[in-house]
């Protein structure tokens, strides 16, 4: 099982991305899918996740910018980020968790200039 994450780039600071991820591999829906992400110098930190009963959560920092959904096709999660700000800057990974079994992907990087 893979995890391609997709969709980062350079924005400006109040712009917006979108972060895709889409699995490849026999696997069933994940339990749960979502966004880390991990600043220079800085420990990997949780985004945003959803659950296959749509439970979401968000840490505080992205709460009212960003918003996570899951696709129609199985095991697809998009972060989409507005009001973007340099603080956001980082490389994003997608993760799958099965239970008590997690994939990540490769990571996509979001640039902010201020």
């Known amino acids: 099982v893979q995890l391609q994450a997709s969709g980062g780039g350079l924005v400006q600071a109040g712009g917006s991305l979108r972060l895709s991820c889409a699995a490849s591999?026999?696997?069933?829906?994940?339990?749960?899918m979502g966004w880390h992400r991990q600043a220079p110098g800085k420990q990997r930190e949780l985004v945003a996740t959803i659950t296959s009963a749509g439970t979401i959560n968000y840490a505080d920092s992205v709460k009212g910018r960003f918003t996570i959904s899951r696709g129609n096709a199985k095991n697809t999660v998009y972060l989409q980020m507005n009001s973007l700000k340099p603080e956001d800057t980082a490389v994003h990974y997608c993760?799958?968790?099965?239970?008590?079994?997690?994939?990540w992907g490769q990571g996509t990087q979001v640039t902010v200039s201020s």
């Open positions: 993760v799958g968790k099965l239970g008590a079994r997690e994939y």
């Open positions: 591999g026999s696997i069933l829906n994940f339990n749960l």
